[in-house]
Nanobody, 115 residues
Framework: QVRLVESGGGLVQPGGSLRLSCVVS????????VDWHRQAQGKERELVAT???????NYAEFVEGRFTISRDYARNVVFLQMNSLNPEDTAVYYC?????????WGKGSLVTVSS
């Protein structure tokens, strides 16, 4: 069974940093791409960053230069380092992968940016 479990969210002040983690199990981690999405209250879910099976990365324009996605093949974990956070980054952040013709999602981790 494919599982994705996020952690690391919380409350942070504007300008601060957080690092999210996504632990992946039930699948060969080395062959999947993983991405982070987010959904703010009242808005649609949007793609934030993607990391391929080989470590290539892509970012949404609104996080380029502030967020960094990375992966640890030894621990089956994908990270999202978020710097220079602002209130518009407040959202539930979800980890996602697609395998066997299906989408798999974690339950999400809430990030709140507020003073």
């Amino acid at each position: 069974q494919v599982r994705l479990v996020e952690s690391g969210g919380g409350l942070v002040q504007p300008g601060g940093s957080l690092r999210l983690s996504c632990v992946v199990s039930g699948i060969n981690f080395r062959i999947i791409a993983v991405d982070w999405h987010r959904q703010a209250q009242g808005k649609e879910r949007e793609l934030v960053a993607t990391i391929s099976s080989t470590g290539s990365t892509n970012y949404a324009e609104f996080v380029e230069g502030r967020f960094t996605i990375s992966r640890d093949y030894a621990r089956n974990v994908v990270f999202l380092q978020m710097n220079s956070l602002n209130p518009e980054d407040t959202a539930v952040y979800y980890c996602h992968t697609r395998a066997y013709g299906r989408d798999f999602w974690g339950k999400g981790s809430l990030v709140t940016v507020s003073s």
